[in-house]
């Protein structure tokens, strides 16, 4: 995470990249994009999609994630509003929005052994449907919306944190990287017990 | 094991509380939970909301006194009310919504409306009705002494109960400070990190000062921000000796305390910003700032930064860094602890528009930091805590570090008790007044309007 060597904008190590032009970029990306005129038909483009949440999810259900953060590009978001909106995150703070090194952050603080929130760790198995892929403006970028169950086994109760998630998908080098992860909970908007995991 | 006796309430008071320890039934008990919702949430200033929130005649938002579901609102002529959210005839709540604007409220069940200072306006068919809507027991019952403080809005059912100015007392100084951080001393509530946990209430208010925990609950934490070690940052300063800093605890009276961190801190513009841990765009603002403002950049920066205060005003309000954070009782062994962003105005032009937009920002990004990475550690102790208390043959639990070693102390003019950061002097006195609370028989009232 910290490799010795890296330029001073390694996003691991410094948050540069969280700029106004990246706020209303993310913003505007993630305004008014579920729209049947947009919707993706062809069946293999969904089931890339489809295989890259099914595996997005499958990693974090088994805590591999430094293969999970091979999935996003070098300067992501992982962002869970407070609204169900969504909301705009330069004027309203979130449950979550964290850049990379934060994210770095929360993976290096589970595994301190002291993060007494995840001590011993949630046992998550994590369902994903209605995946449905949109069109943008952008050959090279996909808006994806799918619903999600997620059974969260902690502190000998098994609950579930349901919602539908919003990945905005870029295409590098022929491959669709995760820029953004919006995770909207269905009750994103009250008080929620031990938010610690990553949705 | 202790059992009920005779006096106030049938418990007694002085067994429960004493100087050294609590006993577990003051966190476990529901009778007790009871009466603290009349006898604490009730009989003393409560905090209700922020004038923030409601900036506009006929907005309202719905919050609880204790248990009793309610609306806070500015009327039509600009009054601060804190209307019961209970229809007169059936008892249904009015109001469902947690926000809006609206000049009265009409009950979903059988019709009966209200404006928002009280007054019933209506009631379908009232020709099958023997009474005269025009007495005031069909108006809503309300919080009769509503007042602000710097736009923090209390709410008191006591009549006997001293002014908000006269009960918040020294812990003013403090929110003063805290206020007046940012030049004209505005800010703006915007959403909430919120939070719940299956413990009492008390957990969490003995929690918000106490500076012994931290460096074990936040080990995770703290080691998180030293990850680069690259310089003291975030809470470092507990690392070692945290006794022998500048930083102190202080108990103001009536339950109400601080934890002062700032004389911790390099004594320059800038010197809260050097500790800041690490949030997402924080270089990239901070560079821009310094290229634009120069030298200024620095304290425009400390804005963004997290006050290191931890203000507490009994019963249900924190000033910690810059959340608001607000504690809702839910039932004996269930609270909500709302942390309400904060962002800042430039009520003077000081700032200038574009400069207070990025800082605004980046201020909401530096409060996401510890609800997610450190207050999860917390809740979940609480929680803990609440388990252990299942243990019903141990029965007590301990708030004496610091006792008996008068050289920790001393006291202002004022009666402000000063001590070390990791004392649990404030812990012991606001138990104190907790049990003078419950020990006492206050008059509630709900006021109509006439």
New interface residues.
């Given amino acids: 995470m910290n490799a010795p060597g890296m330029p001073n904008h390694d996003p691991s190590r410094f948050s540069y990249y969280v700029t106004d032009a990246f706020y209303a970029d993310l913003v505007a990306a993630y305004t008014d994009w579920q729209r049947d005129d947009r919707v993706v038909d062809d069946i293999a483009v969904r089931e890339r999609v489809r295989l890259l949440l099914e595996r997005e999810a499958r990693l974090l259900d088994q805590y591999r994630y430094e293969e999970w953060l091979t999935l996003y590009l070098p300067n992501f978001v992982y962002w869970v509003p407070a609204t169900p909106d969504g909301g705009d995150p330069r004027v309203q703070v979130a449950v979550t929005f964290d850049d990379r090194r934060r994210t770095e952050d929360r993976i290096f603080r589970f595994r301190t052994g002291y993060a007494w929130s995840q001590a011993p760790p949630s046992r998550t198995v994590r369902l994903i449907g209605n995946v449905e892929v949109f069109r943008t403006a952008s050959p090279t970028e996909l808006m994806v919306r799918s619903n999600f169950i997620t059974s969260e086994f902690w502190d000998n109760e098994t609950r579930m944190l349901t919602g539908w998630a919003g990945h905005r998908l870029m295409q590098q080098d022929g491959h669709w990287l995760i820029q953004c992860k919006q995770v909207n909970l269905i009750n994103c908007d009250q008080s929620l017990r031990n938010p610690s995991i990553i949705l | 094991m202790l059992q009920r006796s005779g006096n106030g309430g049938g418990y007694d008071w002085d067994e429960l509380v004493q100087p050294d320890r609590v006993h577990r039934l003051i966190y476990a008990d529901p009778e007790i939970f009871q009466r603290e919702l009349t006898h604490v949430f009730g009989a003393v200033w409560v905090y209700l909301a922020h004038e923030s929130q409601i900036p506009n005649n006929n907005d309202f938002i719905t919050g609880k006194l204790g248990l009793r579901p309610i609306i806070i609102c500015r009327d039509n002529d600009g009054k601060v009310r804190a209307l019961y959210n209970r229809c007169t005839h059936r008892g249904t709540t009015l109001c469902r919504w947690?926000k809006g604007n609206s000049r009265s409220f009409q009950c979903p069940y059988h019709g009966w409306s209200y404006l928002n200072n009280g007054r019933i306006r209506g009631v379908p068919w009232p020709d099958g009705y023997a009474v005269d809507f025009r007495d005031p027991k069909f108006n809503l019952a309300q919080v009769p002494r509503v007042e602000s403080y710097r736009g923090f809005i209390f709410g008191t059912l006591n009549m006997d109960a001293p002014s908000l100015a006269n009960y918040l007392g020294p812990i003013r100084k403090p929110m003063d400070e805290w206020i007046d951080r940012n030049p004209g001393g505005k800010i703006v509530v915007?959403?909430?990190?919120?939070?719940?946990?299956?413990g009492n209430w008390k957990l969490a208010y003995d929690n918000s000062a106490d500076g012994y925990h931290v460096i074990y609950?936040h080990?995770?934490?703290i080691?998180?921000e030293a990850?680069?070690n690259d310089g003291e940052k975030g809470m470092s300063y507990y690392k070692n000796s945290p006794d022998k800093l500048a930083m102190y605890v202080a108990y103001t009276g009536n339950g109400h305390h601080y934890k002062d961190k700032r004389p911790n801190l390099q004594k320059r513009d800038g010197g809260l910003w050097a500790i800041e841990s690490?949030?997402?765009?924080?270089?990239?603002v901070a560079?821009k700032l310094r290229a634009q403002l120069g030298a200024r950049a620095e304290a425009v920066l400390d804005y963004a930064g997290s006050e290191p205060m931890n203000i507490n005003v009994f019963p249900n309000l924190s000033l910690l860094g810059n959340h608001i954070q607000v504690i809702?009782p839910v039932s004996v062994d269930e609270t909500?602890?709302?942390w309400y962003?904060t962002?800042i105005e430039d009520v003077d032009g000081t700032i200038g528009d574009d400069v207070l937009?990025?800082i605004?920002?980046l201020r909401?990004?530096t409060?996401?930091?510890f609800p997610?990475?450190g207050e999860?550690?917390d809740?979940?102790?609480f929680?803990q805590i609440q388990r252990g208390l299942a243990c019903l043959e141990d029965e007590w639990i301990y708030m004496n570090r610091g006792m008996d070693m008068p050289e920790r102390f001393r006291t202002d003019d004022e009666g402000v008790i000063y001590g070390p950061a990791t004392d649990e002097v404030f812990m012991r006195e606001y138990i104190m007044k907790w049990k003078r609370l419950m020990q006492s028989e206050p008059q509630l009232t709900v006021q109509r309007e006439p």
């Fill in positions: 947690e915007c959403e909430a990190n919120r939070l719940k946990f299956k609950s080990r995770s934490l080691e998180t990850r680069f690490f949030h997402p765009g924080m270089e990239h560079e809702e909500n602890a709302v962003g962002k937009r990025e605004n920002t909401m990004r409060q996401e930091g997610n990475l999860v550690d809740i979940t102790n929680e």
